[in-house]
């Protein structure tokens, strides 16, 4: 096991990525503190990583809101005693181009995909300074190099998530290790819903499998991997930088 006796945060975890990272983490021996807006996703969730033996708490919660990622600090320390990672993986699209989409909908989209990482970063990383080692691990998206139609509010946020990445690195090393992930295509709910904004969805998705040089969807446990491996000590001497994990869509470019 890779990461016996370790606590980690994991944020939309009840489905997609975050589900495949929770559950790939908890097989690995990490204590779990869960997040997720739907309540029964979230508890079948934890019960399941419970049933295969695992240690699994799950908190409702809108990660664009500071106190419900202070509750989930708060919550790994009530029932572990300790935090030595988060994984900040909740994502909303805001679909629309900058003439389309509302101001409300806009600051959404930088609360869920940026201030959000600020929020549990900030109220995480004390704890984990105090404890003398920490793991910071952000899902951001290739959206972050590459522009995709009606995406401006998403692609601007993980852009502006891959800097923040770099600069927490430099303020917060070396006890605490900080880098982010750039998925491509994955098959998980965002993709169908970022396939919306193209006028014939189903062939959006398949279009998008085959820009990569795999000719396929990456699953949620190809992310798991990636995420396990920077959360593990296998990538000690890696910080503040963004893998990218697309299939090879971006060697296109
Ligand atoms: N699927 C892809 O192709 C793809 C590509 C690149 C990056 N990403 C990123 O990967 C991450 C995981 O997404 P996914 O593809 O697994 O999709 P998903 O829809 O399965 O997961 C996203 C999760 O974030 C949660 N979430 C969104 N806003 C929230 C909020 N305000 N409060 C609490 N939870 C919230 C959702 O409920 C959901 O569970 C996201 O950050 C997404 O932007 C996805």
Redo the contacts with the bound molecule.
């Keep these: 096991m890779q990461l016996p006796a370790k606590t980690f945060i994991i944020?939309?975890?009840?489905?997609?990525?975050?589900r495949g990272i929770a559950e790939r983490f908890a097989r690995e021996g990490a204590s779990l503190v869960l997040?997720?807006?739907?309540e029964e996703r979230g508890r079948e969730v934890a019960a399941h990583i419970q049933e295969q033996g695992g240690k699994a708490t799950f908190l409702p919660?809108?990660?664009?809101l500071p106190e419900?990622n202070h509750q989930l600090v708060e919550s790994a320390l009530e029932n572990f005693g300790r935090l030595d990672g988060i994984v900040t993986?909740?994502?909303?699209?805001g679909l629309g181009a900058v003439t389309d989409i509302q101001p409300d909908e806009w600051h959404y989209t930088f609360?869920?995909?940026l201030h959000?990482v600020y929020y549990l970063s900030h109220y995480s990383i004390p704890v984990m300074q105090e404890q003398g080692k920490g793991v910071i691990i952000a899902?951001?998206?290739?959206?972050a190099y590459k522009s995709f139609p009606n995406h401006p509010a998403?692609c601007a946020a993980?852009a502006g998530l891959v800097a923040l990445v770099r600069q927490m690195a430099l303020d917060y090393g070396p006890a605490i290790r900080i880098n982010a992930i750039?998925?491509?295509?994955?098959?998980?709910?965002?993709?169908w819903?970022?396939a919306r904004a193209f006028p014939d969805p189903q062939k959006a998705v398949e279009n998008a499998a085959q820009t990569t040089a795999l000719k396929r969807l990456?699953a949620?446990q190809d992310i798991a991997a990636l995420a396990l491996f920077l959360a593990s000590e296998e990538s000690s001497w890696i910080t503040g930088t963004a893998i990218t994990i697309d299939g090879g869509v971006m060697a296109t470019r």
Aim: hydrophobic letters at 30%.
């Design positions: 944020t939309g975890a009840t489905s997609g990525m975050g997040s997720g807006r739907n919660g809108d990660i664009s419900t993986n909740a994502g909303h699209l609360a869920a995909n959000a899902t951001a998206s290739i959206a998403y993980k750039c998925p491509g295509p994955v098959d998980t709910p965002l993709i819903d970022s990456g949620p």
